[in-house]
Nanobody
């Protein structure tokens, strides 16, 4: 499966953005999708994800209550709705596919190119 993240941009603190992760491949619905982010000088970190089997979502504590992940299997797309953005949310956001929903980057076999999110204070 091939993935492409989009929807990043520049937004003021408190604002919102919606990222999209578009996938190609007929088996997209069988993959759990994770969102990750990496800020300059920092390690890539798990933001959240959605399981393929039952749509269960999981989030990092730092974004819980502000970010929401959803998927549209018919459109082969997963969305990351980001509200109440903070400057510390600034990073390159990437999506990745795995056979199950895990938070470790090593658990994901397929990665898309990232999209830059910049939150100004």
């Amino acid at each position: 499966v091939q993935l492409q993240a989009s929807g990043g941009g520049l937004v003021q603190a408190g604002g919102s953005l919606r990222l999209s992760c578009a996938a190609s491949g007929r088996t997209f619905s069988r993959y759990s999708i994770g969102w990750f982010r990496q800020a300059p000088g920092k390690e890539r970190e798990f933001v959240g994800g959605i399981a393929w089997s039952d749509g269960i979502t999981a989030y990092a504590d730092s974004v819980k209550g502000r970010f929401t992940i959803s998927r549209d299997n018919a459109q082969n797309t997963v969305y990351l709705q980001m509200n109440s953005l903070k400057p510390e949310d600034s990073a390159v956001y990437s999506c990745a596919a795995s056979s199950r929903l895990v938070s470790q980057t090593s658990g994901y076999a397929f990665w898309g190119q990232g999209t830059q999110v910049t939150v100004s204070s």
